[in-house]
């Protein structure tokens, strides 16, 4: 799962930033209100945190209104130092999804991203089943045939990527996309090499049908062929 985060305070950016990744996240980060706005619109992002107070623009929800006025439905978390009332109804007024007040405990933060991305309009089941293949994203538990399987970071959020589409052919570039972050330095067979392991630990070990395909000129997808 791919998260924005657009924060001024680098301090508080990138404390959240690691402990986003060290739950299996991608997020990219954006320190002003106009690179924040420029991801918002042209990344496919899976939720947004949101500061309210940002340079570059008079206020955070410029970039939530933004985003709903172009149609695009991801959740967005905002954080803010205000606690008034009327600021958090201006904010959820403004397509915000919920309101975190400043300071607070990063564990409320992720319980928080956590219920966001398991919200049903979402589609966000928080255990992926395909054929034998389990995926909890609560547990980050995976197994097959019942049997527990060890997977990287990376694997692991290539192989939810995967199942969250099942079979669909995505692209390289859509699962870059959506499982590496912005700034991370990719190479052209960075994809295939993740295959092949995520291959490796799913397939190969087991009998029966391959649940990894290539789909060759287009991609990759994931179910019974």
């Not at 619109?41 to 709903?68: F, H, K, N, S």
């Amino acid at each position: 799962m791919r998260i924005l985060l657009v924060e001024d305070e680098h301090k508080i950016a990138r404390a959240i930033q690691r402990g986003l990744q060290q739950d299996q996240y991608a997020v990219d980060v954006a320190y002003d209100g106009k690179e924040g706005l420029g991801l918002a619109l042209t990344e496919p992002y899976d939720l947004i945190i949101l500061d309210r107070m940002l340079p570059g623009i008079d206020d955070g929800l410029q970039i939530c209104a933004a985003v709903r006025k172009k149609g695009l439905h991801m959740p967005v978390l905002l954080l803010t130092a205000k606690d008034q009332v009327q600021e958090r109804v201006r904010g959820l007024d403004q397509g915000a999804d919920d309101y975190l007040v400043k300071p607070f405990a990063f564990e409320e933060l992720l319980a928080r991203v956590r219920a966001l991305l398991r919200r049903p309009e979402q589609q966000l089941e928080s255990v992926l089943q395909i054929e034998d293949l389990s995926l909890n994203t609560t547990t980050f538990e995976v197994r097959r045939q019942n049997k527990p399987l060890s997977l990287s970071s990376k694997e692991y959020a290539l192989l939810e990527y995967l199942m969250r589409n099942p079979n669909r052919t995505l692209s390289k570039d859509a699962i870059i996309s959506h499982v590496w972050d912005y700034d991370a330095d990719i190479l052209p067979n960075t994809v295939e090499v993740y295959i092949g392991y995520l291959r490796n630990k799913i397939d190969k070990p087991f009998a029966g049908k391959p649940l990894i395909h290539t789909v060759r000129g287009f991609g990759y997808k994931l179910g019974i062929q």
